[in-house]
């Protein structure tokens, strides 16, 4: 496993502890502890995603990323579908 | 508005192509008790819900299914990815072959195309909360008898997380019932 795709790993993990909070909120929106593990986790991802997104182009779009580079980096293989785990960076 | 985020959910890193566990997975990409199914039905529900707690869990459960549905499509994609025409014959996935190629379709297993007639939208929050407590039941079903289907770790993994998922939005729309149902006494509406 490339370093690209550890950091996205860590990435996805933090990620799904701020979805399943976010549903966990939903239906306990007073639940402090909940509430500050929720900003906590967010915090981290917002950090891993800013540091992914600087050296292997933007995860989101429509204004949601800065494009850093030259060329549009959207638009860069390999999508989440396909088999990223063989890819190696250039 | 959505946002797309380049990657999945969970990892769907599947090397081994296996047409005959493509056919299987498909319904729950494009069958009855499948993501696409769910995903439209709770985003169709969600505006008539009456208080805030379940407009925002319809919202959201509405949107993690159509990251399923990413996952989903990602498994048949690399399911039939690089299977030979000769293997496609010998898993009885000619049918599909024929029509979709190793394309990704909306359908079931048996080639019945999605169709909105799999979900209601019934205006009635009360009716609509127990459709979606039976829908996650019947999907973490058909994920128990896919995952008995499999007999590859990669294949595996991705359906036991989708199955897990299942159970904790089982849990969270018993919770909106319940306080749709406080609402509503609270308000003496019948
Ligand atoms: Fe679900």
């Known amino acids: 496993m490339n370093a690209r795709q550890e950091l996205l790993d860590q990435i996805r993990a933090i990620e799904f502890m701020t979805v399943d909070l976010n549903l966990y909120l939903d239906t306990h929106p007073c639940d402090m502890r909940a509430l500050n593990e929720y900003n906590m986790y967010t915090q981290q991802l917002m950090a891993l995603k800013s540091q992914y997104e600087r050296q292997y182009g933007p995860l989101s779009n429509f204004g949601t990323a800065i494009n850093q580079g030259r060329s549009w980096r959207w638009i860069e293989d390999p999508w989440p579908w396909e088999q990223d785990y063989w890819m190696e960076e250039c | ?190």
């Open chain 2, 1 to 190: 508005m959505w946002i797309y985020e380049k990657k999945l959910e969970y990892p769907v890193r599947i090397k081994n192509p296996n047409p005959k566990m493509a056919k299987y997975i498909i319904t729950q990409y494009g069958g009855p008790d499948g993501e696409l199914a769910a995903s439209l039905r709770y985003l169709s529900q969600r505006y008539h819900m009456p208080i805030p707690e379940a407009k925002a869990a319809l919202n959201d459960i509405g949107t993690e299914e159509l990251a399923h549905f990413e996952m989903v499509g990602a498994m048949v994609y690399q399911l039939m990815k690089g299977a030979s025409v000769e293997e496609i014959k010998e898993a009885d996935a000619g049918g599909y072959f024929a029509d979709h190629d190793s394309g990704v379709y909306p359908s079931t297993g048996t080639g019945v195309p999605f169709t909105a007639a799999y979900i209601q939208s019934k205006g009635d929050p009360i009716a609509d909360l127990h459709e979606n407590l039976a829908a996650e039941q019947k999907a973490r079903a058909t994920y128990e008898n896919l995952i008995k289907l499999a007999d590859d770790p990669d294949v595996i993994e991705p359906l036991r997380f989708l199955r897990a998922r299942e159970i904790v939005h089982f849990q969270r729309f018993g919770e909106v019932l319940e306080k749709i149902e406080e609402y509503l006494n609270s308000k003496k509406y019948f």
